[in-house]
């Protein structure tokens, strides 16, 4: 985020409760299927908050293939600890299915651990099968 959006800062983090991290679209990346959320009533997703700047926005749009309709904006409610939070997540426009890249799985663990996930979240992020 620092690089795709230098003037947008970390806001803070929290849960994204009903919803699990997941991947798809395998055949429009080279790197693998490409990671997204999907609403799944027992789980949860470890999220980091930010307060996206106007100019950031439109590059983190192109940047996720939100204007070409590979991923599409949604709002959702993230829980944090006094409370919860709207906020806005890009989710992929194609079927679940398909591994993501090894390089893929490092880099959102990686991303992870840095907004203080869990150790157990980041194990089982590193722990997924890829390619």
Do not use: N
Not at 36 to 56: C, R, W
Not at 70 to 75: A, D, E, G, P, S
Not at 124 to 131: A, D, G, N, V
């Amino acid at each position: 985020m620092a690089e795709r959006c230098p003037h947008s800062p970390l806001r803070g983090t929290g849960w994204l409760l009903g919803w699990r991290l997941t991947f798809g679209g395998e055949d429009r990346s080279w790197d693998g299927a490409l990671a997204t959320i999907v609403e799944d009533p027992g789980s949860q997703v470890f999220v980091a908050l930010y307060d996206i700047a106007p100019a950031d926005e439109r590059a983190l749009r192109a940047w996720e293939g939100a204007d070409l309709g590979l991923y599409r904006k949604i709002r959702v409610r993230v829980q944090e600890l006094d409370g919860e939070v709207g906020a806005f997540v890009y989710v992929l426009d194609a079927f679940e299915g398909g591994l993501p890249s090894a390089r893929s799985l490092g880099l959102l663990a990686e991303a992870a651990e840095e907004a203080g996930a869990p150790a157990d979240y980041v194990a089982e992020i590193r722990r997924r099968p890829c390619r």
